[in-house]
């Protein structure tokens, strides 16, 4: 397993949670990471994404100054911490890495590795 994800679970609208994603030595080393996120009947969506340096961060704007994204360099882990869960939130997260431009966010196509997905969901 290249990527293990966790912390998914229920959480009231309004709450928060927070996302994990360790990922194997192949999967870490010079990779940028970032999670996806898709709700039944959707299409997988960009939530957020951090550089293997550390220096650029991207999120998505339904999420944006809502979840922060970091690296956890001593577990080779990225965390999302998720704030102010909204009922459109919910859906199976997906951790993933891979290489991507300076400049914009990661994509799908960038994708070397996914996770197997967390559940996220929102009563309200």
């Known amino acids: 397993v290249q990527l293990q994800a966790s912390g998914g679970g229920l959480v009231q609208a309004g709450g928060s949670l927070r996302l994990s994603c360790t990922a194997s030595?192949?999967?870490?080393?010079?990779?940028?990471m970032g999670w996806f996120r898709q709700a039944p009947g959707k299409e997988r969506e960009f939530v957020a994404d951090?550089?293997?340096?550390?220096?650029?961060?991207n999120y998505a704007v339904s999420v944006k100054g809502r979840f922060a994204i970091s690296w956890d360099r001593a577990k080779k882990a990225i965390n999302l911490q998720m704030n102010n869960l909204k009922p459109e939130d919910p859906a199976i997260y997906y951790c993933?890495?891979?290489?991507?431009?300076?400049?914009?966010?990661?994509?799908?196509?960038?994708?070397?590795?996914w996770g197997q997905g967390t559940q996220v969901t929102v009563s309200s």
């Open positions: 993933a890495t891979g290489n991507k431009n300076y400049y914009t966010p990661l994509r799908t196509t960038d994708i070397e590795f």
């Open positions: 030595e192949r999967a870490y080393i010079n990779h940028d």
């Open positions: 951090i550089n293997w340096r550390g220096s650029s961060k």
